[in-house]
């Protein structure tokens, strides 16, 4: 889930698996895979960097436990 801002600034969890495409009309729009439609404050590049970043802090654990040594 990656935290968004709606236009009125009340912040919103989004689980970022369901955006289907990010537009910026100026505004950005986000439409997800149900077709609902939100207007966030963030840019595209924003919202991209959130879902790099939360996909990372996810995988990162998961190669730290495939690093090691299984022959203890």
Do not use: F
Not at 20 to 31: A, R
Not at 50 to 69: E, F, H, N, V
């Amino acid at each position: 889930m990656i935290p968004v801002t709606r236009l009125d600034r009340t912040s919103i969890l989004l689980n970022c698996d369901l955006i289907e495409q990010i537009e910026s009309t100026p505004d950005t729009l986000i439409t997800l895979t149900n077709n609902q439609k939100l207007v966030v404050l963030e840019t595209a590049n924003e919202i991209v960097e959130r879902i790099r970043l939360y996909r990372r802090s996810i995988l990162a654990p998961a190669g730290k436990l495939s690093g090691g040594d299984c022959h203890g």
